[in-house]
């Protein structure tokens, strides 16, 4: 491990952050801002703009993309409460530009064509391989507008049986980790946006591993797999697109009115 974890030259941004703050902050299996850098680095963020942190968790990616981008972002997630993401959002003085909002991927309170850009950090495998997704997803954002996703994936498709190196640490759910290359296709293929990019970061592997070992160094399995793996399937994916403004979305559909007139039952 290097001498101080959190410090990486990859990510001179992120680097400047407190350990205690950003320790403090985490809410799953990656270090937010690396990935959140990472991704923003093939994106165009201007002052002023309207961001969705979609699956933000606690709220650090959304407070970081505001101190330095200077945009305005609704810190919005599901599994982790407002009140938490308020406390920290308000210490960090950010308040005036960043906003808690608690809400399901599958049902967010905006308007249509609202935001600028969306980004994903480390979430999105968990509703956005819906084949459907994207069409609803695509409406918050404006015609041109970008959508960016960073977080845990594979270097390659796993076709076939998990990897014998792998299955101490594999669940089902992990079905959902996928390659840059997959994330292009099921893009591409939905015509309603324009890729502009999708990779793999080069050795991500051992940020991820590095990520462990500093802040779950118990999680043996995971980090077991990460050093049997060495990037072989595992490591970290983004991907970077914007909507067409040439394609006309489908709305979605919340009820559909019928009128009911009674029949006979049966024949008579």
Do not use: M, Y
């Given at each position: 491990m290097p001498e101080d974890p959190l410090v990486n030259p990859l990510f001179p941004r992120a680097s400047r952050y407190h350990p205690g703050w950003i320790r403090s902050s985490v809410s799953g299996g990656a270090n937010s801002l690396w990935l959140t850098e990472w991704l923003t680095e093939a994106m165009t963020l201007q002052p002023g703009m309207r961001v969705l942190d979609l699956g933000c968790g606690r709220g650090a990616s959304s407070i970081f993309l505001h101190r330095e981008f200077?945009?305005?972002?609704?810190?919005?997630?599901?599994?982790?409460?407002?009140?938490?993401?308020?406390?920290?959002?308000?210490?960090?003085?950010?308040?005036?530009?960043?906003?808690?909002?608690?809400?399901?991927?599958?049902?967010l309170p905006f308007a249509a064509g609202f935001f600028d850009a969306v980004i994903s950090i480390d979430s999105f495998v968990y509703y956005g391989t819906d084949d459907l997704y994207l069409n609803y997803l695509a409406r918050f954002v404006r015609p041109g507008g970008q959508i960016g996703i960073a977080g845990a994936g594979l270097t390659q498709e796993i076709d076939g049986p998990v990897p014998e190196h792998l299955r101490g640490w594999w669940e089902p759910s992990m079905a959902c980790l996928h390659s840059a290359h997959w994330w292009h296709r099921h893009w591409e293929r939905s015509g309603i946006i324009s890729v502009d990019l999708a990779d793999t970061m080069t050795d991500g592997?051992?940020?991820?591993?590095?990520?462990?070992?500093?802040?779950?160094?118990?999680?043996?399995?995971?980090?077991?797999?990460?050093?049997?793996?060495?990037?072989?399937?595992?490591g970290y994916v983004r991907a970077v697109a914007r909507?067409?403004?040439?394609?006309?979305?489908?709305?979605p559909i919340s009820s559909i009115p019928v009128t009911y007139t009674k029949q006979p039952l049966e024949r008579t």
């Open positions: 200077d945009v305005q972002v609704w810190a919005t997630d599901l599994w982790f409460g407002v009140d938490d993401r308020s406390h920290r959002i308000r210490d960090a003085g950010v308040g005036h530009a960043v906003f808690p909002i608690h809400a399901d991927a599958r049902s592997w051992k940020c991820w591993l590095e990520w462990q070992q500093a802040i779950s160094p118990d999680n043996e399995a995971e980090i077991d797999a990460l050093t049997a793996d060495r990037g072989r399937h595992l909507r067409r403004p040439d394609t006309a979305l489908d709305e």
